[in-house]
T-cell receptor, first 114, second 117 residues
Framework: KAGVTQTPRYLIKTRGQQVTLSCSPI?????VSWYQQTPGQGLQFLFE???????NKGNFPGRFSGRQFSNSRSEMNVSTLELGDSALYLC?????????????FGNGTRLTVT | DQQVKQNSPSLSVQEGRISILNCDYT??????FLWYKKYPAEGPTFLIS?????DKNEDGRFTVFLNKSAKHLSLHIVPSQPGDSAVYFC????????????????FGQGTILTVHP
């Protein structure tokens, strides 16, 4: 079974621009979650989608948004980029029918904002 | 407010010996706990989990112990191998104030494990 795939692996953007990251979950998984990892804050939950609906949301500003398509693939968008948005963005998938199941992570997209 | 804490930033162990990684949590609503391993430039890899109805779960060389009264869990790796050298994250899940916890794990800051040959 193929794992979680994230594209692109690396991105360099300028402050003020917007960016879209993509995630393909494990086949059969209907839940996709997004996380931000920074040296200072560690791994932090952004939001979770299931059947094209956002079911859960972390404490991030509205500049961070996402969506999920009917094939469970998901995209995350960050608008008006700030220097502090430089981070590793991780996507994770799970079957989504219970919160008591492990998340399976992709290798992430490394975003650098200059 | 750090709800999941890994107080040891690093741990060094000799090959063949036991590695014990520790994790403390403060939120009594957490009822599902996981350990992940992370190599540089890769995403976290799930290792083992435990539900709050248990106090021990084993999977090969990995055993997780949960002490609910102390709000403490630990991961034991026996025997340790050089390939186990990585960052280990403890994570927790549970019904939050909003009534849902889907997809949300609260992570500790990680412990760097180095296993020397």
């Amino acid at each position: 079974k193929a794992g979680v795939t994230q594209t692109p692996r690396y991105l360099i953007k300028t402050r003020g621009q917007q960016v879209t990251l993509s995630c393909s979950p494990i086949s059969g998984h209907r839940s996709v979650s997004w996380y931000q990892q920074t040296p200072g804050q560690g791994l932090q939950f952004l939001f979770e989608y299931f059947s094209e609906t956002q079911r859960n949301k972390g404490n991030f500003p509205g500049r961070f948004s996402g969506r999920q398509f009917s094939n469970s693939r998901s995209e995350m968008n960050v608008s008006t980029l700030e220097l502090g948005d430089s981070a590793l963005y991780l996507c994770a998938s799970s079957p989504g029918t219970s919160y008591n199941s492990p998340l399976h992570f992709g290798n992430g997209t490394r975003l650098t904002v200059t | 407010d750090q709800q999941v804490k890994q107080n040891s930033p690093s741990l060094s162990v000799q090959e063949g010996r036991i590695s014990i990684l520790n994790c403390d949590y403060t939120n009594s609503m957490f009822d599902y706990f996981l350990w992940y391993k992370k190599y540089p430039a890769e995403g976290p890899t799930f290792l083992i989990s435990i539900s709050s109805i248990k106090d021990k779960n084993e999977d090969g060389r990995f055993t997780v112990f949960l002490n609910k009264s102390a709000k403490h869990l630990s991961l034991h790796i026996v025997p340790s191998q050089p390939g186990d050298s990585a960052v280990y994250f403890c994570a927790a899940s549970g019904i939050n104030a909003g009534g849902t916890s889907y997809g949300k794990l609260t992570f500790g800051q990680g412990t760097i494990l180095t296993v020397h040959p």
